[in-house]
C-alpha cells in the first residue's frame, strides 16, 4: 500500500525557514518524480514543484521560484521541501504527491502538513 | 503557469446534471489529452475522479463524465446526488513533468 506522511509544518514568522519531509513507503521511490501542492485556507489547490525520480530536473511555479527548493534522498524514500523568505501568503496545508504515469490514473496524496507564516 | 479558469459555483437538483468548465491554454488543455478532475470535501484530501479526459478510475460512478474541446475541458454530473456536494478541481499537464491546476468550482445540490 502506498503511504506518503508529511512532517515539519508548523508556525514560522515572516522571512523565516521551514523543512517539509515526506517520507514514502509501499512503492519503489526511486522510480518517480515526485510532487508537492498547496492549499491556502478555504483556497484552491496549487501546484509547487516537482523533482524527477534522480533528482536530476526540478520545476517550480513562479510563486516560490528562488525561494523553495525541492530534493529527495532515494536511500531513505524522503522527499523535500525547503521552504525560505517565507510570506504570509505561503500560509496552505503542504501535500506530497504521486502521480503514476504522465496521465495521472492514479494520484496518491500525503495527509498533509500546515505550514503558518505569521508574526 | 497560470491556474485553469473554472466557475467559482454551479448547482443543481437532485437527479438533475451539472457540468463544469476549466479553460487554459495551447500550453496545458489544448496541448495535451491528459485533464484530470478531482473532487475534494472539506478537511479531506482530493480524490481523482477522471483522468485522461474523459476516463474514470475504478470505483467511480458512470454518473462522472468528462470531455475536452480545444483549451477548455468539461466535467458533467449525472444524476446529483448530496454526496456530489464538494469542491472539484480540473488539472492539466503543462509539459516538462509538470502540472497546473484549475481555480475550484464549488458544486452545490439544491
Known amino acids: 500500500e502506498v503511504q506518503l506522511v508529511e512532517s515539519g509544518g508548523g508556525l514560522v514568522q515572516p522571512g523565516g525557514s521551514l523543512r517539509l519531509s515526506c517520507s514514502a513507503s509501499?512503492?519503489?521511490?526511486?522510480?518517480?518524480?515526485m510532487h508537492w501542492v498547496r492549499q491556502a485556507p478555504g483556497k484552491g489547490l496549487e501546484y509547487v514543484s516537482v523533482?524527477?525520480?534522480?533528482?536530476?530536473?526540478?520545476y517550480y511555479a513562479d510563486s516560490v521560484k528562488g525561494r523553495f527548493t525541492i530534493s529527495r534522498d532515494n536511500s531513505k524514500n524522503t522527499l523535500y521541501l525547503q521552504m525560505s523568505n517565507l510570506r504570509a501568503e505561503d500560509t496552505a496545508v503542504y501535500y506530497c504527491?504521486?502521480?503514476?504515469?504522465?496521465?495521472?490514473?492514479?494520484?496518491?496524496w500525503g495527509q498533509g502538513t500546515l505550514v503558518t507564516v505569521s508574526s | 503557469q497560470s491556474a485553469l479558469t473554472q466557475p467559482p459555483s454551479a448547482s443543481g437538483s437532485p437527479g438533475q446534471s451539472v457540468t463544469i468548465s476549466c479553460t487554459g491554454t495551447?500550453?496545458?488543455?489544448?496541448?495535451?489529452?491528459?485533464v484530470s478532475w478531482y473532487q475534494q470535501h472539506p478537511g479531506k484530501a482530493p480524490k481523482l475522479m477522471i483522468y485522461?479526459?474523459?476516463m474514470r478510475p475504478s470505483g467511480v460512478p458512470d454518473r462522472f463524465s468528462g470531455s475536452k474541446s480545444g483549451n477548455t475541458a468539461s466535467l458533467t454530473v449525472s444524476g446529483l446526488q448530496a454526496e456530489d456536494e464538494a469542491d472539484y478541481y480540473c488539472?492539466?499537464?503543462?509539459?516538462?513533468?509538470?502540472?497546473?491546476f484549475g481555480t475550484g468550482t464549488k458544486v452545490t445540490v439544491l
Open positions: 504527491v504521486k502521480g503514476v504515469g504522465i496521465n495521472w490514473y492514479r494520484v496518491y
Open positions: 509501499g512503492f519503489t521511490f526511486s522510480s518517480y518524480a
Open positions: 523533482i524527477s525520480s534522480n533528482g536530476g530536473s526540478t
Open positions: 495551447s500550453s496545458d488543455v489544448g496541448g495535451y489529452n491528459y
Open positions: 485522461e479526459v474523459s
Open positions: 488539472s492539466s499537464y503543462a509539459g516538462s513533468n509538470n502540472y497546473v
